[in-house]
Each structure stands twice: as structure tokens, then as C-alpha cells.
């Protein structure tokens, strides 16, 4: 009789053993393969937030920005211009100009209490397509007039504010000078990205330049809908465009050189990255287990079959056949299994903010599982690999073990 036939005739005979296996297996596999379709989630949500809140994917900025300072000093000039030359070269890119400035927040009861919080001014015609501007808001309605605002919920409830007060952040204008400008609050919005939500307020472009000394400037412009395929080298095509478009004192830079998205991702990477090896091994341990409880209560039977003629390399080998087939079932189910649950949770969510709050991290924490094909597969032969491994030198030790011993063992 062929080793398979005798494997597969031995799998049923013993059909608890058989199921508790392939059930360590899945249980196993389910758990590495949906910690690599959360990672996934994960990083596509920080790269989200990165390219609608902070950098895009292209951030076209002054050449002496610094980071640091955050002076207005260093702004894209004539900014409509270079719009219009960005648009007229990249048509299907969407573009959005911006002015950030940081902000000081007096309690209007008590004046010896401060808040720090930012300010940005965006055209919201613009943002209503680049952000989702209006779908953000939680409480009133989009700006309409002048010095009107939406205003992140959790800065909105550290000021003690709600739609239709008033508040004046102190700021610096472009000259250096403080200057103290009173808005209304009529809506209150919830955003992906953390900082906008606790400390951002956003205000219309067309009001603050005036106030800022900032008429026809912004402090950057984001682009986004590139791809990363071709990021780098549209990166050098803006840069030299701008270039030759007399703009010299602004160029493109990459999302992944500028601000602390990309840091993120890559931080956030290696420690998940950790995470999933840490998996990986906890996985690896259950299935070498199960597997080694399996060769070693099966030592009076391998007497019996090596008392009956078959050698030492036949038993190994039904023995690799028998597990080989139970790793491949219970990797299966548990990959299988995996996709299940991550299927609906990718049209609707894994919401960790409640969990999150207060952390600022450059990500929503309302995260998306993906299923990948590359981590899946990977998952599926390596739970598989290491089911059918693992039972190579327990089978081959006992093997070698004298006929009458094993037959005398319990």
C-alpha cells in the first residue's frame, strides 16, 4: 500500500488527533495572517492621513523653510500663478494651497490659562474636493462668511467652546508682529488626522492673508493623486518646472522627506514588524507542539509498523506525508478564515480611536484590514513548512527506537 493511502487511512482513523492538529494550525495561521492584513490596514491609513492632512504627496514649498521655526517669512509666493502652472501641466492632480500658523488660545475666564493650537487657512471650495471638507463636519454648517470657522471637536472642548462663540488666537504675522484676530466658530469638525481634530481650527483663505501680511502667499501647497511609481520623478519634473517657470525660490519635495508621516510609517513598520516576527514564533511554537504530541503519542504504533517491515525512512516519510497534509488543511482554514473576517472589516472599519485617544501619531486609528496577496501566501507556506518540518526529527528519532521498546511503551 502507497505511504499516502496508509497517511491519509491513518488521519482518519485518528480523527480527534487529526482535528485538534488542524485546529492549532488555523488558530495559528488566522493569527499571523490578520495581523499582516492590520498592519496593512494600518500603513495605508498613515499614508492617507499624511496626503490630505500635512505633506500630500508632493509638498511644493520655499526652499529655506525650516521645519523647526515655522516662519511665514518663507512662503510660496504668487502662489496663483504657480498654480496655474501646476495645473496646466498635471490636469488630473489635485492641488491644495495652504496657510499653517501656529496659535495661542487665552481661557476667556481665566487669562492666566493659555492654549496652544494652529491655525490653517484653506480655500474650502478647494478642500470640499481635496479633504471631504463638508463630510467632516459634525456639529453646524460649512463657513459661508467672513472670519467664520470649523474647528476640530477636541480643541473646541479643551477651549470649552461650541458652534456660534467666539474666539481670538494670538499669532505672528509675517513681519514678526503679534497680532490678536477674533473668528466664530460655525461648525465643528471630526477629522482622520488626530491633530486636527485636538488642536487645529480652520479658517478661509481669502480672510487671513490681509491679517497675516500674507496677500498672495501660502505657506505650502499640497499635490496628491500621483502614484508612487512615478513619485520621484514627478517630484523632479515639478522641481524643475517651477524652475523654469521663473519660481526659484520654491521646488517639490517627496512626502517621504518632509514632515513626520513618513517617519511614522517607517517607525510604525518596524514595530509591527516585531510584532509580526513575535507572532510568527508564537504560531511556530502551538503548531511544533501539537505536532511533536502527536509523533511521540504515536511511539507503540510506530513499533508496531516497523515490527511489520517498513524502515526507518518509510516511517519518516509517512510521518512528514501525515503532517504535510494536516498543515496544509489547517493553514488553509486559517488563511481562508482570515479573509472572512477581514473582508467585511474592510469596507467598514476597525475603530481604535476610542482606545487612541490623545495619542498624535499621524494616523486616524480607524483602520481598513487589507488582504494581501504576498503576506497571504507567505503565511499559508510558511504555517505549512513549519507543520510538516517540525515532525521530521521527532518521527525520525523514534524510528530508531528498538521495536520491542516501542511496543512496550504507553
Given at each position: 500500500m502507497?505511504?499516502?493511502?496508509?497517511?491519509i487511512r491513518n488521519?482518519?482513523?485518528?480523527?480527534?488527533?487529526s482535528?485538534l492538529?488542524?485546529?492549532a494550525?488555523?488558530?495559528?495561521?488566522?493569527?499571523?495572517?490578520?495581523?499582516?492584513?492590520?498592519i496593512a490596514?494600518?500603513?495605508?491609513d498613515m499614508?492617507?492621513?499624511?496626503f490630505?492632512?500635512?505633506?500630500?504627496?508632493?509638498?511644493v514649498?520655499?526652499i529655506?523653510?525650516?521645519?523647526?521655526?515655522f516662519?511665514?517669512?518663507r512662503?510660496?509666493?504668487?502662489?496663483?500663478s504657480?498654480?496655474?502652472?501646476?495645473?496646466?501641466n498635471?490636469?488630473?492632480?489635485?492641488?491644495?494651497p495652504?496657510?499653517?500658523f501656529?496659535?495661542?488660545?487665552f481661557?476667556?475666564?481665566?487669562y492666566?490659562k493659555?492654549?496652544?493650537s494652529?491655525?490653517?487657512?484653506?480655500?474650502?471650495e478647494t478642500?470640499?474636493?481635496?479633504?471631504?471638507?463638508?463630510?467632516?463636519i459634525?456639529?453646524?454648517k460649512m463657513?459661508s462668511?467672513?472670519?467664520?470657522v470649523i474647528?476640530g471637536?477636541g480643541?473646541a472642548?479643551?477651549?470649552?467652546?461650541k458652534?456660534?462663540?467666539?474666539?481670538?488666537p494670538?499669532?505672528?504675522?509675517?513681519?514678526?508682529?503679534?497680532?490678536g484676530?477674533?473668528f466664530?466658530i460655525?461648525?465643528?469638525?471630526?477629522?482622520?488626522?488626530?491633530?486636527?481634530?485636538?488642536?487645529t481650527?480652520i479658517?478661509?483663505?481669502?480672510d487671513l492673508?490681509?491679517?497675516?501680511?500674507?496677500?498672495?502667499?501660502?505657506?505650502?501647497i499640497?499635490?496628491?493623486?500621483?502614484?508612487d511609481?512615478n513619485?520621484e520623478?514627478k517630484?523632479?519634473?515639478?522641481s524643475?518646472?517651477?524652475?523654469?517657470?521663473g519660481f526659484n525660490?520654491?521646488k517639490?519635495?517627496s512626502?517621504?522627506d518632509?514632515?513626520?508621516?513618513y517617519?511614522f510609517?517607517?517607525?510604525?513598520?518596524?514595530a509591527?514588524t516585531?510584532?509580526?516576527?513575535?507572532f510568527?514564533?508564537?504560531?511556530?511554537?502551538?503548531?511544533?507542539?501539537t505536532m511533536?504530541?502527536v509523533?511521540f503519542?504515536?511511539r507503540?504504533?510506530i513499533?508496531?509498523?516497523t515490527?511489520?517491515?517498513?524502515?526507518?525512512?518509510?516511517?519518516?516519510?509517512?510521518?512528514?506525508?501525515e503532517a504535510?497534509?494536516?498543515?496544509?488543511?489547517?493553514?488553509?482554514a486559517?488563511?481562508?478564515?482570515?479573509?472572512?473576517?477581514?473582508?467585511p472589516l474592510?469596507?467598514?472599519?476597525?475603530?481604535?480611536?476610542?482606545?487612541?485617544a490623545?495619542?498624535e501619531?499621524?494616523?486616524?486609528f480607524n483602520?481598513?484590514?487589507e488582504?494581501?496577496?504576498?503576506?497571504?501566501?507567505?503565511?499559508?507556506?510558511?504555517?505549512?513548512?513549519?507543520a510538516?518540518?517540525?515532525?521530521?526529527?521527532?518521527?525520525r528519532g523514534?524510528?530508531?527506537v528498538?521495536?520491542?521498546v516501542?511496543l512496550r511503551?504507553?
Amino acid at each position: 500500500m502507497k505511504l499516502r493511502n496508509i497517511a491519509i487511512r491513518n488521519l482518519k482513523r485518528n480523527s480527534k488527533r487529526s482535528i485538534l492538529s488542524i485546529t492549532a494550525t488555523a488558530i495559528a495561521t488566522f493569527a499571523i495572517s490578520f495581523m499582516f492584513s492590520f498592519i496593512a490596514g494600518l500603513a495605508n491609513d498613515m499614508r492617507n492621513v499624511s496626503f490630505n492632512y500635512s505633506t500630500g504627496e508632493i509638498l511644493v514649498r520655499n526652499i529655506e523653510f525650516d521645519e523647526k521655526s515655522f516662519s511665514l517669512d518663507r512662503a510660496v509666493d504668487n502662489y496663483k500663478s504657480v498654480l496655474e502652472v501646476l495645473r496646466r501641466n498635471y490636469p488630473s492632480f489635485e492641488f491644495s494651497p495652504r496657510i499653517k500658523f501656529p496659535s495661542t488660545v487665552f481661557d476667556k475666564e481665566d487669562y492666566d490659562k493659555s492654549y496652544i493650537s494652529s491655525g490653517v487657512a484653506v480655500n474650502f471650495e478647494t478642500e470640499e474636493k481635496y479633504l471631504g471638507l463638508k463630510d467632516k463636519i459634525i456639529e453646524g454648517k460649512m463657513p459661508s462668511g467672513p472670519r467664520e470657522v470649523i474647528m476640530g471637536h477636541g480643541l473646541a472642548s479643551e477651549l470649552n467652546l461650541k458652534v456660534g462663540d467666539k474666539f481670538t488666537p494670538i499669532t505672528t504675522t509675517r513681519r514678526g508682529a503679534s497680532t490678536g484676530i477674533t473668528f466664530i466658530i460655525t461648525a465643528l469638525g471630526r477629522f482622520a488626522d488626530s491633530g486636527f481634530s485636538n488642536k487645529t481650527f480652520i479658517v478661509s483663505l481669502e480672510d487671513l492673508p490681509k491679517m497675516l501680511k500674507m496677500e498672495g502667499s501660502v505657506s505650502d501647497i499640497l499635490i496628491k493623486g500621483i502614484g508612487d511609481k512615478n513619485l520621484e520623478s514627478k517630484v523632479n519634473e515639478i522641481s524643475s518646472l517651477l524652475k523654469d517657470s521663473g519660481f526659484n525660490s520654491i521646488k517639490g519635495y517627496s512626502w517621504k522627506d518632509v514632515g513626520v508621516g513618513y517617519s511614522f510609517l517607517q517607525m510604525a513598520d518596524y514595530a509591527y514588524t516585531i510584532i509580526g516576527i513575535f507572532f510568527f514564533f508564537l504560531a511556530s511554537t502551538v503548531i511544533a507542539n501539537t505536532m511533536l504530541m502527536v509523533v511521540f503519542e504515536r511511539r507503540k504504533e510506530i513499533g508496531t509498523i516497523t515490527a511489520m517491515g517498513m524502515t526507518s525512512r518509510e516511517v519518516i516519510r509517512l510521518f512528514f506525508i501525515e503532517a504535510l497534509y494536516l498543515g496544509v488543511i489547517g493553514a488553509g482554514a486559517g488563511v481562508i478564515l482570515s479573509i472572512i473576517v477581514v473582508i467585511p472589516l474592510h469596507r467598514i472599519g476597525l475603530d481604535l480611536s476610542g482606545l487612541t485617544a490623545g495619542i498624535e501619531m499621524g494616523a486616524s486609528f480607524n483602520i481598513f484590514p487589507e488582504v494581501t496577496i504576498k503576506s497571504t501566501l507567505l503565511v499559508f507556506f510558511y504555517s505549512t513548512f513549519v507543520a510538516a518540518f517540525v515532525s521530521f526529527f521527532p518521527s525520525r528519532g523514534a524510528s530508531k527506537v528498538d521495536p520491542v521498546v516501542a511496543l512496550r511503551s504507553e
